[in-house]
């Protein structure tokens, strides 16, 4: 019960407050920890394949594993001191761990730069996507925000919810070290193809189910908030697994889906076209508003997972 209480109130913090510039975020500590640990592992192994993976496999493991341990020693002495203090810092904990309302700031950020220009909507979701956004036409711009709110609706909030749910703050943060891994070092280029390969496939494992729960929980949402989730069902069903990764095309689709829009296609990154699977069909022009849709689609959706998987936790608990 305690722990369910704590995301619960992590949940609610996040929804109120955000992510608090003021206080040292645990994730930065989480990428400083892997950046000084590749200019490590790079000096000491030698640039081949087979030994650039073993590396990667030995990054992944030494990073997953302080950002667990860190945590759980801390929560463990603090709940040995007294039990109401460890159960204030497993929430705040969880608290800083979600990303919802940050997600949904993102959006709105986007929203309004489109709004006022093409130019400020390219420099606003350069922010939050990987991609080339300099030549990106209004179109673009409106698409890229909204399967950034989509996709990490995964990463930002249902994966988290998920293993904190199993194993407190802790194992939040080895999930969060998960996913910051794949995204400073998971890239399919010369620099990053052998020493990422073991995080990008860890990435995929670990947000394999929760993936799908997004999926889900964005039609039901759909559903709640009148859109079409009948749609939104049937472009998931019949696109979801065309994107390369085996999670990202899951909420795309069924965002897609929802809106009567065609997401996903061609993208540039790095100077470079990459060819990409859409989802949906164009059943009409994208518009600013899909962006302010989205969010309202992300936050019902995690309502949603939030309600169900406190109430499967507490059901196996009895």
């Known amino acids: 019960m305690a722990v369910t209480c704590a995301v619960m109130l992590g949940f609610a913090l996040d929804a109120l407050l955000g992510d608090p510039r003021w206080f040292p975020h645990p994730v930065c500590a989480v990428g400083k920890l892997i950046s000084c640990m590749e200019k490590l592992l790079r000096r000491l192994f030698p640039p081949r394949k087979g030994a650039m993976i073993f590396a990667g ?3 992944w493991i030494v990073v997953c594993g302080v950002s667990f341990a860190v945590p759980f020693l801390v929560l463990r002495f603090l709940s040995g001191i007294n039990l109401w203090l460890g159960f204030a810092a497993n929430s705040i904990l969880c608290w800083l761990i979600f990303a919802r309302k940050s997600l949904s700031e993102a959006g709105q950020h986007v929203y309004r730069a489109v709004k006022e220009s093409v130019e400020e909507g390219r420099k606003a979701v350069a922010w939050y996507v990987g991609r080339d956004t300099a030549a990106l036409s209004e179109e673009g711009v409106i698409k890229a925000a909204v399967e950034t709110i989509a996709e990490n609706l995964t990463d930002g909030v249902v994966s988290p919810l998920i293993y904190m749910l199993i194993g407190g703050a802790p194992l939040g943060m080895l999930y969060k070290a998960v996913n910051t891994l794949d ?3 998971g890239y399919h280029n010369e620099k990053y193809e052998n020493l990422g390969k073991f995080s ?3 990435d995929d494992i670990f947000n394999f189910i929760p993936a799908r729960l997004s999926a889900l929980c964005i039609i039901a949402g759909a559903g709640m908030l009148r859109l079409d989730n009948r749609s939104a069902l049937r472009i998931y069903r ?6 390369k990764s085996p999670n990202a ?3 795309e689709s069924a965002c897609a889906g929802a809106l009567h829009i065609q997401l996903g296609g061609d993208a540039s990154y790095f100077g470079k076209t990459v060819r990409k699977a859409a989802f949906g069909d164009p059943l009409r022009r994208v518009d600013r508003t899909d962006i302010l849709a989205t969010i309202d689609l992300m936050n019902a959706a995690s309502v949603l997972a939030l309600a169900l998987c406190c109430a499967v936790r507490l059901t196996l608990q009895r």
């Open 238 to 243: 019949r696109d979801r697994n065309l994107h």
């Open 200 to 202: 990008a496939k860890m």
């Open 249 to 251: 095309g899951q909420t």
């Open 57 to 59: 496999a030995v990054l």
């Open 183 to 185: 995204s400073m070092v």
